[in-house]
């Protein structure tokens, strides 16, 4: 099973990202993704949600309305779009799969928002 997420970096505040995360070894079609969001010394914040079939979405309150999760099955990818993005954004973003009792994570990547 491999999980990778990328699209982060260091960004101003108020532009956009959109990070990606490609899985293989397992039937991705089948599985919720969720992305994830650490930063040293706070605890970790479920940020997004996806159904496997894409028909449900669920986002934290302090992303409403600026991020968005979709995943596109035929290439094993989940996707988050991330506009006017705040310093408190800031963390390394993961992603994980889950089909309990199977659950796998990622590799995270980067964001940094900073003017």
């Known amino acids: 099973v491999r999980i990778v997420a990328s699209g982060g970096g260091l960004v101003q505040p108020g532009v956009s990202l959109r990070l990606s995360c490609v899985a293989s070894g397992f039937t991705f079609s089948s599985y919720t993704m969720t992305w994830i969001r650490q930063t040293p010394g706070k605890e970790r914040e479920l940020v997004a949600t996806?159904?496997?079939?894409?028909?449900?979405?669920n986002y934290a309150d302090s992303v409403k309305g600026r991020f968005a999760i979709s995943r596109d099955n035929a290439k094993n990818t989940v996707y988050l779009q991330m506009n006017s993005l705040k310093p408190e954004d800031t963390a390394v973003y993961y992603c994980?799969?889950?089909?309990?009792?199977?659950?796998?994570w990622g590799q995270g990547t980067q964001v940094t928002v900073s003017s």
């Open positions: 996806i159904s496997s079939g894409a028909g449900s979405t």
């Open positions: 994980n799969a889950a089909r309990l009792p199977k659950f796998y």
